[in-house]
């Protein structure tokens, strides 16, 4: 059972833990959204002053904050005492496509070193990359209503044709960056 | 009480993020690959028990264990455009990054600092969506 939770989680496992934070976000009278949290920062920031769509009282929003903050926790106690390895169980096809773009670290750590090691920072190429993805899932996720918990988890779950539209755009542009436009930045 | 609550949720979800690999940007690139099955398995398998409990939730009338209210769900608005090119955008940025805003904050945890950056300007691109929303078509 430990090694079982220590290992890398089967796809049917993390589904249905996730399904579960659903349950329980419901169950508590809540939604599960996790992009409403950028929006509720800009607020906390001032950007009513500029917006009316930050005027809201965002201090109702206060709970999904700690959601985060604890999402943040579970990512670092995940990591640090419960993983057995910092491999991810890649397809030895992915690894080899990714080595040969330059992921020497493909299915060897977490996350590449190229873009998330402290070396990026000091690379201002990596950092536009960072900026300019970040910067278009926060974007999209507002324009489109919701992120891959919103939609793609809340709304499927609730079979909202919305949702499925909005999923369906996030596989057009993923597809089409991953296939077309990724060869080119790295 | 209610803080110390959704914070033991996000933990547990935190963990999920991590355990289950989703946070890893090498997992959302085989995913649009479709090397794997891996990353559709879990969203698929959340769907799929989401959907159940949804399903129970209305059919058994659950009420909400804080206030004794019945739970409601909401629909989400009527349209396309806005679901999707705000989509598309979405994951243009999805395919770069390889984290939408729940992992973002899971890689945070996890030592990956470069991800601060992503996150901020995640939240800039929220605010840019804020100042030019009346002009987008929705």
């Not at chain 2, 609550?5 to 935190?14: H, M, S």
Request: proline share 3%; with cysteine.
């Amino acid at each position: 059972m430990l090694e079982f939770l220590t290992q890398p989680w089967p796809w049917y496992f993390g589904g249905a833990m996730i399904a579960i934070v659903l349950f329980l976000l419901l169950w508590t009278g809540k939604t599960f959204g996790m992009s409403s949290n950028l929006r509720t920062l800009c607020s906390m920031m001032g950007a009513g002053k500029k917006a009316s769509f930050f005027q809201f009282d965002w201090k109702a929003q206060g709970w999904n904050l700690v959601v985060s903050l604890g999402v943040v926790i579970g990512g670092f106690i995940a990591s640090n005492f419960i993983a057995s390895t910092n491999a991810v169980a890649i397809s030895t096809e992915t690894v080899d496509q990714l080595v040969a773009l330059g992921f020497e670290d493909a299915g060897k750590s977490f996350a590449p070193k190229l873009l998330f090691s402290n070396n990026a920072f000091s690379d201002p190429y990596v950092m536009l990359l960072l900026i300019l993805g970040g910067f278009l899932v926060g974007f999209g996720a507002r324009y489109a209503g919701g992120c891959t918990s919103g939609h793609a988890i809340s709304g499927l779950t609730n079979f909202q044709l919305p949702s499925f539209i909005a999923v369906i755009g996030f596989f057009i542009g993923g597809l089409f960056v991953n296939h077309f436009i990724i060869p080119f930045l790295f | 009480m209610k803080t110390i609550i959704y914070l033991f949720i996000g933990i547990f979800f935190g963990i999920t993020l991590y355990m289950s690999e989703v946070s890893s940007w090498f997992r959302i690139y085989e995913m649009f690959q479709f090397n794997s099955f891996h990353m559709y398995g879990v969203i698929g398998s959340a769907v799929f028990f989401g959907a159940i409990f949804t399903f129970l939730i209305k059919k058994l009338k659950i009420k909400s264990v804080f206030d004794q209210t019945l739970i409601s769900l909401t629909d989400k608005e009527k349209g396309w455009k806005r679901y999707l090119i705000g989509g598309i955008i979405f994951g243009c940025g999805w395919a770069i990054s390889g984290a939408c805003p729940g992992p973002m904050f899971s890689l945070l945890g996890a030592g990956f600092m470069p991800i601060v950056v992503v996150i901020a300007s995640a939240t800039l691109g929220t605010f840019f969506y804020g100042l030019i929303r009346s002009k987008l078509p929705h």
